[in-house]
C-alpha cells in the first residue's frame, strides 16, 4: 500500500518513529503529510528531537545552562546566581513543555552531541580497536546525555567568572556546594557513565591533543628536540596542565580533535582563553567523588565501590566484573543483551536521586 493511502492515525505513528530530519523531509514529500504533521506540531516534532537528541530532559538542562549572563557581571553575587540557576535545572520536569525556539536552541548543541557520537568509538575501544562498531541506539542516548551532563557543569562552573569566585575543589564540608548540588541529582548509573566519559576526555587531552613527554617517547623514537616540540612537558607541571586542560567543553574539545595538527595551533587555543583560565583546576572529576562518597556512605552495600570501565582495560588482564561493567556507555560482549525495562540499562531512571 502506498504510503499516501494510509491514515492519519498511522502517518502520525511513522513520524514518532522518525528522528527530526526524517519527519521534515517526510512533511514536504505531499500536502496532506504536511498537515498531518501541522496537526500536531509540536509534539511530533519533540518526539523527533528526542530520536535525533535525546535525552530532552539532560538537553533542556544544559541549554539553561548555556543563558548568557547580563555583560558586566563580576564575582560578587555569582554563588546567589549559579544557585538560582541550578534551582531552574534541578526543579525542571521531565516533561517541561517545548518551544519553538527551545528546540531551535536544542538543535545546535545536538548536532555536536552527534559528532561526539560518531567519533567516540574511537575513544571506547582505544585499546580493543578490533572490536570496534558504531553505537547502538541506546547506546547513543547514554552517550549524549553523559555529554550534556558534562557540559551542563562545565557552563555553569568552569567559566572564568565562577573560577574566580571559588576556583577550589568542592568538599564534604559544603554540602551546600551548588556544584555537589547539581551533581547530586544524576542517578548512581549517570554518574558512572558520567565518570566513564570523563576518562575518555582525560585520554583525548594526554594522547591526542597534549601528549606528555613520556608519551610521544614512548611510542616513537625521536630526539629531545623534537620531542619538545611535539609534547607538553612531564611531571606536576603537566599534571596541573590537564587539570587546566579538563575545563574545556566538548565543543573546544571537537574544535581541537578536527582543526588542529600541530602544537602551535592548540598553544595559540590555550593563550585564547585568556590567562585566567589556567588559574583554577577542573572540578568536576571532585564533585562526582565527593557525591559518589556520600552515597556509599548512606547505604554500604549498594552502589559501585570501584569503578570499572572495560574501555580502558586491555582485554587480557580484564577481570569480568559483570555487575560494574553493564553500567558502561557501551554494552559490553560480555553481558547479558540489552533489556530497555532493565533498571540498571533504563535511561529514565531516576530512583533514588537527590533533588537539592
Known amino acids: 500500500m502506498s504510503i499516501t493511502k494510509l491514515s492519519t492515525e498511522l502517518l502520525q505513528k511513522i513520524y514518532e518513529s522518525c528522528d527530526l530530519i526524517d519527519a521534515l523531509h517526510l512533511s514536504q514529500t505531499s500536502k496532506r ?3 498531518v504533521l501541522r496537526g500536531r506540531y509540536l509534539p511530533i516534532l519533540g518526539r523527533a528531537l528526542n530520536n535525533s537528541y535525546g535525552p530532552i530532559p539532560s538537553l533542556h538542562k544544559l541549554v539553561i545552562s548555556s543563558e548568557p549572563e547580563k555583560k558586566g557581571r563580576r564575582a560578587v553575587g555569582t554563588e546567589i546566581r549559579r544557585n538560582a540557576l541550578v534551582d531552574r535545572i534541578v526543579q525542571l520536569p521531565d516533561d517541561a513543555p517545548l518551544s519553538i525556539e527551545l528546540m531551535t536552541k536544542m538543535v545546535s548543541f545536538g548536532r555536536i552531541a552527534t559528532k561526539w557520537v560518531e567519533i567516540f568509538p574511537q575513544f571506547r575501544w582505544r585499546i580493543d580497536y578490533k572490536n570496534r562498531r558504531f553505537l547502538k541506539a541506546h547506546e547513543q542516548q547514554r552517550m549524549r546525555r553523559a555529554l550534556y ?4 557543569y562545565c557552563n555553569l562552573f568552569h567559566d572564568q567568572i565562577y573560577t574566580q569566585f571559588d576556583p577550589d575543589f568542592p568538599g564534604e564540608r559544603r554540602p551546600r ?3 555537589l548540588r547539581l551533581v547530586r541529582t544524576y542517578s548512581t548509573i549517570e554518574l558512572v557513565q558520567l565518570s566513564e566519559f570523563l576518562k575518555h576526555v582525560v585520554l583525548l587531552i594526554e594522547t591526542d591533543l597534549y601528549p606528555s613527554n ?3 617517547e614512548a611510542s616513537h623514537n625521536f630526539s629531545p628536540k623534537a620531542v619538545a616540540k611535539i609534547a607538553w612537558g612531564y611531571g606536576a607541571g603537566y599534571r596541573y596542565l590537564v587539570d587546566d586542560l579538563l575545563k574545556y567543553s566538548p565543543l573546544d574539545l571537537l574544535y ?6 600541530t602544537k602551535t595551533e592548540r598553544a595559540e587555543y590555550l593563550i585564547a582563553q585568556g590567562l585566567a583560565f589556567e588559574d583554577a583546576p577542573a572540578t568536576l572529576e571532585r564533585a562526582i567523588s565527593c557525591v559518589s562518597f556520600e552515597r556509599q556512605a548512606l547505604d554500604p552495600t549498594g552502589g559501585l565501590k570501584n569503578l570499572f570501565y572495560p574501555a580502558l582495560t586491555p582485554r ?3 577481570a569480568k566484573q559483570q555487575e560494574n561493567v553493564r553500567y558502561g556507555i557501551a554494552d559490553y560482549e560480555g553481558q547479558d543483551g540489552y533489556l530497555e525495562d532493565d533498571p540498571y540499562n533504563h535511561d529514565g531512571d531516576r530512583s533514588g536521586v537527590s533533588q537539592s
Open 149 to 152: 551532563h558534562y557540559w551542563t
Open 177 to 179: 556546594d551548588p556544584r
Open 256 to 261: 581541537l580533535f578536527e582543526n588542529t595538527y
Open 214 to 216: 613520556s608519551v610521544i
Open 316 to 318: 587480557s588482564h580484564m
Open 33 to 35: 503529510h504536511y498537515s
